[in-house]
């Protein structure tokens, strides 16, 4: 799906699909968070079944007011006990398929929210 985001002064996410996401005219084909003030990590899963406790004390060091996790092609949640070091830090934790996902966080970032997206994009890998 291609989305057309207003003119935002922020990073938007321009498109996506089952194992892409499109972000300032490249096409990402692995996981990654995102974030509205400028960050782009991979995110070291392949799938949702890999992901760990680490991964989400990686999201807690971008000190973001929420985090949005696209959890693939359907909505899973993550293990409660993994999200412990998101509490620590009073960031908030919003759980979507991937899609909706990158529709949430170009709307928050675009309002001028300071958010992350973790995207689990599963399929090449």
């Not at 007011?65 to 960031?91: C, D, H, N, T, Y």
């Not at 908030?92 to 170009?106: F, K, Q, S, V």
Request: aromatic share 8%; hydrophobic share 40%.
């Amino acid at each position: 799906m291609k989305l057309e985001p207003d003119n935002f002064d922020v990073q938007t996410i321009q498109g996506y699909g089952p194992d892409w996401v499109g972000v300032q005219g490249e096409k990402i084909h692995h996981s990654v968070v995102i974030g509205s003030k400028g960050q782009r990590v991979d995110w070291q899963c392949n799938r949702f079944e890999d992901l760990t406790a680490a991964h989400f004390a990686q999201l807690a060091e971008f000190d973001a007011e929420l985090v949005i996790f696209g959890s693939g092609s359907r909505l899973r949640f993550p293990q409660a006990a993994w999200l412990q070091p998101l509490m620590a830090k009073r960031m908030g934790l919003e759980t979507m398929d991937t899609g909706a996902a990158c529709r949430t966080y170009n709307i928050l970032a675009g309002e001028g929210r300071h958010v992350i997206v973790a995207l689990v994009l599963e399929g090449k890998g």
